[in-house]
Structure formats: C-alpha cells, structure tokens
C-alpha cells in the first residue's frame, strides 16, 4: 500500500508493517482496504479477515481526525486516573431531561412527556399499526425548539423501504403545531439512508453515523426496522442442526448493536428510535407431550435458558453411568412455571398480561436478548370495526327496520368492517409508569393528515 503514507503521513504504519507488506505485494491500495470486504480481501491476500479489519478501523480513524471530524488524539486523551466527573445534582438533572414530542400534547402526557432523549426507546406492533407514522413525527418533532423538540436535525436509516418524503410533506402542511412554528421543520434537516443488508447496516452505524452526528448535531436516530436484516441474515436457510449456533452469534450482534446505540444517545445526548416486528407467539404443544413426574405442571412450547438450565433429570437408581430410559419413563422435572418464557414475556413483550383479551398474541422480534437492549418499550395496537349492513344497501349502515322485515332480510345482513381502533401502549420505561393490563390504560390514538391524534383525555 504504497499510497497510505501519501495519504496519511501521520499514519503509524510500523504497527502494521507485516500487514501492509502482504497487501502491496497483491497490489491492494487504501481505496481496496477501505471499500472491498474483509473476507474478499483474506481470500486474495491470505491475510486474515481480523487483521485487515483492525486495519481499515485504523486507517478511517485517522482520515476522520485528519479531516476534522473528530478530536485529534491529544484532545481526546482519557482523564487522570483516579479523576471523576462532577456529580450533577437533582436540580441538574431534571434541568437537563429532554424529551421528544409525537406532535399531539395529550398522547405525550400519556408517553411520559414523549420520547426521552439519551436513551434507546422501540415502538413494536403489527403491519399496519402507525410505528412508520410514529416515527415521521418523531422527524419532525426534533427539529422543533424545547419543548417540543431539540431544535436539531433528525437521521434515518431505513431497512426496508425509503423514506416517504410525500407523506412527511402532508404533516407539514397539515400539523397545527408544525405550521405554527417560527421556524417549521424542512425535509432538509432528515438525511436518510437504506441499508439492504447487514453487512452495510454495521459499516454505517460504526463508522458513518458517528461523524454525521458529530458534523450536522444529530437530535434523533431513526432505525426502520431494526428486525429486518437480522431475521434475513440468521433465520432464512437454517437448518435444525445450525439454528441454534446461529441464534447464540445472533444474540451477540443483538448485544454489540445495544452498547453502540446505548453510546450514541448518552454521549451526543440524541434519543435513538428503533421500530420492531412482531411474531405470532404459540404457545400450545405442537407434538405428544412426554409424561413427567409432576403430571399438574404446565407444558409450554417456549422456555427462557434459564427454564431449560433448571430442568432436572433423574437416572435409574442403581445406574454405574448414564443411561438410555425410553421417552415413556416419567424421569424429567420441568422447570417451575415462573420460568417458562409464556409467563415471564407478560412483563416485557407488551402481549399477554391480560387473560381475557380479544386479540391475537404476539411476541416482539429477536427475542429476550433484544429487550434487555432498550430502555423503553412501546407496543402499538389495532382492532378492526364492524357495523352491521344491508347487503344491497351501500349508501351507509343498516338503518331502522321493523321485526318482520329483519327476520326477511336475516340473509342479506352482513358485518362489513368499516375502520381500525389503535392503541399506544408502554409496556417499560425508565422515566414514566408502564399501562396497565392490557388495553386498560392505554391510549387510543387515530392517524390523520396531520399525524397521530389521541382520542381521549391522558389518564393521571
């Protein structure tokens, strides 16, 4: 790579010599090392894929600082050991609590405030239930002063599908709030991006991201949706026998996303959104159950590890060694019921606290690994409405009719839906009480030209 040191003098290319060398005998230069991957680069020099990483992580560490996008390393040294940052006082810190607004007052009294900045927050929910209509709120909230928004731009990484520059358009035009702004939030202050694959969704948010949010003074981080790339990446294609290796090196990418999400919003004080898919939950036994000893036990399909881990086995009295009993002997313990993943996900899923309710169970993608990432979960819910109608009747609902006519038009009358009710719900959160069971204390909010609207007054 004998354009390096062209490109950066100040580069410590004796840290990497033996690296370099492998590459320039193959003719790789720092436009290769910087944009072709890893394992195509170990695959045509026989240097390995860690090695070439730490190098390219090197190099764009120094074209950041040398172009001024982040502190040089005499700026950036730690604080003397044993050195403590001042500790803020009550006062302070309520002093610098920020939240978000989703630009309707009464649905942030029901969030809490809205959106809390400095943390990682989800909105989970089916297709159809207003998280993409959440988040185009959320895009232009932020650019609004406190105590709406931060008065700075917004970031948006998209996974699925560009962002809907029309529609953000029909909310500036139709907000009250935005166009009662002195300054009303503009399309230019979102920069969007898509990231079709994992790969390129780790290269933006470790290495673009940061200096974004450094050079524009990013307020808010967008993330639609954060399930997609994972779901295509670890669980299409697998077989029985690679599917749990691949849920446990899943579970680490889930935990490393986490801690830099984490470190974007508590360092550049930035509240970072992500929004989730759901999955069906089934939870009733899909095959014969073994017997067990405590026969009054539940039987789940869905267990936490720490279920599996708890689960006793006992040997024929008398074995020298284990041995093989038939699947008939009852010599498995399950776990206590308190550790199956059924009765644990009420409290963090958002979907089964209430056992008398009249909707379909769901269960957030990526599983408990993800939860224990975010520090605030809001779920997102909708129920078809039904009004009874006159089959050759299209002008409205079924009017008033007599008794003799109902009973002779019984075969014309149908249930024909005629709209959605939607709830808001927080499942948890560190600055705010989660709702109730169910859809109790939740909020039932509407989507409009303008965003979303709350239906009723905030309760509290």
Same mark, same amino acid.
């Given at each position: 790579?004998?354009?390096?040191?062209?490109?950066?003098?100040?580069?410590?290319?004796?840290?990497?010599?033996?690296?370099?060398?492998?590459?320039?005998?193959?003719?790789?230069?720092?436009?290769?090392?910087?944009?072709?991957?890893?394992?195509?680069?170990?695959?045509?020099?026989?240097?390995?894929?860690?090695?070439?990483?730490?190098?390219?992580?090197?190099?764009?560490?120094?074209?950041?600082?040398?172009?001024?996008?982040?502190?040089?390393?005499?700026?950036?040294?730690?604080?003397?050991?044993?050195?403590?940052?001042?500790?803020?006082?009550?006062?302070?810190?309520?002093?610098?609590?920020?939240?978000?607004?989703?630009?309707?007052?009464?649905?942030?009294?029901?969030?809490?405030?809205?959106?809390?900045?400095?943390?990682?927050?989800?909105?989970?929910?089916?297709?159809?239930?207003?998280?993409?209509?959440?988040?185009?709120?959320?895009?232009?909230?932020?650019?609004?002063?406190?105590?709406?928004?931060?008065?700075?731009?917004?970031?948006?990484?998209?996974?699925?599908?560009?962002?809907?520059?029309?529609?953000?358009?029909?909310?500036?035009?139709?907000?009250?709030?935005?166009?009662?702004?002195?300054?009303?939030?503009?399309?230019?202050?979102?920069?969007?991006?898509?990231?079709?694959?994992?790969?390129?969704?780790?290269?933006?948010?470790?290495?673009?991201?940061?200096?974004?949010?450094?050079?524009?003074?990013?307020?808010?981080?967008?993330?639609?949706?954060?399930?997609? %790339?994972?779901?295509?990446?670890?669980?299409?294609?697998?077989?029985?026998?690679?599917?749990?290796? %691949?849920?446990?090196?899943?579970?680490?990418?889930?935990?490393?996303?986490?801690?830099?999400?984490?470190?974007?919003?508590?360092?550049?004080?930035?509240?970072?959104?992500?929004? %989730?898919?759901?999955?069906?939950?089934?939870?009733?036994?899909?095959?014969?159950?073994?017997?067990?000893?405590?026969?009054?036990?539940?039987?789940?399909?869905?267990?936490?590890?720490?279920?599996?881990?708890?689960?006793?086995?006992?040997?024929?009295?008398?074995?020298?060694?284990?041995?093989?009993?038939?699947?008939?002997?009852?010599?498995?313990?399950?776990?206590?019921?308190?550790?199956?993943?059924?009765?644990?996900?009420?409290?963090?899923?958002?979907?089964?606290?209430?056992?008398?309710?009249?909707?379909?169970?769901?269960?957030?993608?990526?599983?408990?690994?993800?939860?224990?990432?975010?520090?605030?979960?809001?779920?997102?819910?909708?129920?078809?409405?039904?009004?009874?109608?006159?089959?050759?009747?299209?002008?409205?609902?079924?009017?008033?009719?007599?008794?003799?006519?109902?009973?002779?038009?019984?075969?014309?009358?149908?249930?024909?839906?005629?709209?959605?009710?939607?709830?808001?719900?927080?499942?948890?959160?560190?600055?705010?009480?989660?709702?109730?069971?169910?859809?109790?204390?939740?909020?039932?909010?509407?989507?409009?030209?303008?965003?979303?609207?709350?239906?009723?007054?905030?309760?509290?």
């Amino acid at each position: 790579m004998t354009d390096l040191p062209r490109a950066l003098p100040q580069f410590p290319t004796a840290r990497f010599s033996k690296i370099l060398a492998a590459l320039d005998k193959h003719g790789i230069n720092t436009t290769d090392l910087l944009t072709v991957d890893a394992t195509e680069l170990e695959r045509r020099t026989n240097v390995h894929a860690l090695d070439i990483k730490r190098l390219s992580a090197a190099v764009l560490d120094s074209l950041h600082r040398d172009l001024g996008a982040l502190p040089s390393r005499e700026d950036a040294k730690p604080p003397p050991v044993g050195s403590h940052a001042p500790k803020k006082s009550l006062v302070e810190l309520c002093d610098a609590w920020s939240t978000i607004s989703t630009l309707d007052t009464t649905l942030d009294a029901s969030l809490g405030g809205g959106v809390p900045v400095g943390y990682v927050t989800e909105i989970t929910g089916e297709s159809g239930t207003g998280k993409t209509q959440f988040l185009l709120s959320l895009l232009l909230a932020v650019q609004l002063p406190p105590p709406y928004g931060l008065s700075r731009p917004a970031l948006y990484i998209s996974t699925e599908a560009p962002l809907s520059t029309r529609r953000l358009s029909q909310m500036l035009s139709s907000n009250p709030l935005l166009k009662s702004a002195e300054i009303p939030p503009t399309l230019d202050n979102i920069i969007s991006t898509i990231t079709p694959d994992l790969e390129s969704q780790d290269h933006i948010l470790e290495f673009q991201v940061p200096v974004e949010v450094e050079r524009r003074n990013i307020g808010l981080i967008v993330i639609d949706s954060v399930a997609a %790339n994972y779901r295509a990446e670890f669980e299409r294609g697998t077989t029985p026998h690679s599917r749990g290796s %691949n849920m446990a090196v899943r579970g680490n990418e889930l935990v490393r996303l986490g801690a830099h999400l984490r470190r974007l919003a508590q360092k550049y004080n930035l509240a970072v959104v992500v929004a %989730n898919q759901v999955a069906d939950r089934f939870s009733a036994p899909l095959g014969p159950v073994r017997p067990t000893v405590h026969h009054s036990l539940p039987v789940s399909t869905q267990e936490s590890p720490l279920a599996a881990r708890s689960r006793q086995v006992f040997e024929p009295e008398g074995a020298a060694e284990p041995t093989y009993v038939p699947p008939s002997s009852p010599v498995e313990v399950p776990a206590p019921p308190a550790l199956l993943l059924d009765h644990q996900q009420r409290w963090f899923s958002g979907w089964g606290d209430d056992p008398f309710a009249d909707y379909v169970l769901k269960t957030p993608s990526l599983g408990l690994v993800w939860s224990t990432q975010v520090a605030c979960r809001i779920a997102l819910f909708r129920k078809p409405v039904y009004e009874v109608k006159n089959r050759d009747d299209d002008d409205g609902p079924l009017g008033v009719r007599t008794a003799q006519a109902q009973e002779e038009d019984d075969e014309r009358l149908v249930p024909t839906q005629t709209g959605w009710e939607r709830w808001v719900k927080i499942v948890f959160a560190p600055h705010t009480e989660a709702s109730g069971q169910g859809l109790s204390d939740a909020m039932r909010f509407e989507v409009t030209m303008g965003g979303l609207k709350a239906l009723e007054e905030a309760k509290g």
